[in-house]
């Protein structure tokens, strides 16, 4: 099977413009989450995704959007991007919601806002 | 919130030594998951651990969880070069089902 892919692996932004992040899950799963990581803050997450519908959300300003589609593939958007947002964002992807499930991650998507 | 502190966090051994990397929780652990990580890349899935007292195995990694100390041990049996990086323990939140906190992360160097 197909692992979790993310698209692109690299951007650089500038200041004020606005990102759109996708990810391809495993083949089978359908509960997305992304999570941003930075070096001060670590990893943190998001939102999560199942069944195109938002499950839950961390604790990030309204500027940080998602959706999933009905082939459980899903973007994240971020708008009015400011320097802050220069991380690592990464997408996992499970078969449910249950805590037993096991979660897989992407590659990762690098952000760089200039 | 849920806390997740790791310890030590970075650790030289020389290559054929054991290692033993710790994760103690703030609150009532409901499952721990063990990533490794490599720098700037994505994390790679090692072990989920759900009952008090599981233990799992996967080539030289051996991963515990100790529900009453709150707290999983991650123990790397004569380590090699192919083991350094990052290793990230989370845990899901105790709110919720799924979302995962994840502690600092603790950097591996294995020298020759």
């Known amino acids: 099977k197909a692992g979790v892919t993310q698209t692109p692996r690299y951007l650089i932004k500038t200041r004020g413009q606005q990102v759109t992040l996708s990810c391809s899950p495993i083949s089978g799963h359908r509960s997305v989450s992304w999570y941003q990581q930075t070096p001060g803050q670590g990893l943190q997450f998001l939102f999560e995704y199942f069944s195109e519908t938002q499950r839950n959300k961390g604790n990030f300003p309204g500027r940080f959007s998602g959706r999933q589609f009905s082939n459980s593939r899903s973007e994240m958007n971020v708008s009015t991007l400011e320097l802050g947002d220069s991380a690592l964002y990464l997408c996992?992807?499970?078969?449910?919601?249950?805590?037993?499930?096991?979660?897989?991650f992407g590659p990762g998507t690098r952000l760089t806002v200039t | 919130s849920q806390e997740l502190e790791q310890s030590p966090q970075s650790l030289i051994v020389q290559e054929g030594k054991n290692l033993t990397i710790n994760c103690t929780s703030s609150?009532?652990?409901?499952?721990l998951y063990w990533y490794k990580q490599k720098y700037g890349e994505g994390l790679i899935f090692l072990m989920m651990?759900?009952?008090?007292?599981e233990e799992k195995s996967h080539e030289k990694i051996t991963a515990k969880l100790d529900e009453k100390k709150q707290q999983s041990s991650l123990h790397i049996t004569a380590s090699q070069p192919s083991h350094a990086g990052i290793y990230l323990c989370g845990a899901p939140s105790s709110s919720g089902y799924s979302t995962l906190t994840f502690g600092k992360g603790t950097m591996l160097l294995v020298s020759p």
């Open positions: 996992a992807s499970r078969q449910g919601l249950a805590v037993n499930y096991e979660q897989y």
């Open positions: 651990l759900q009952k008090g007292g």
């Open positions: 609150k009532t652990l409901y499952g």
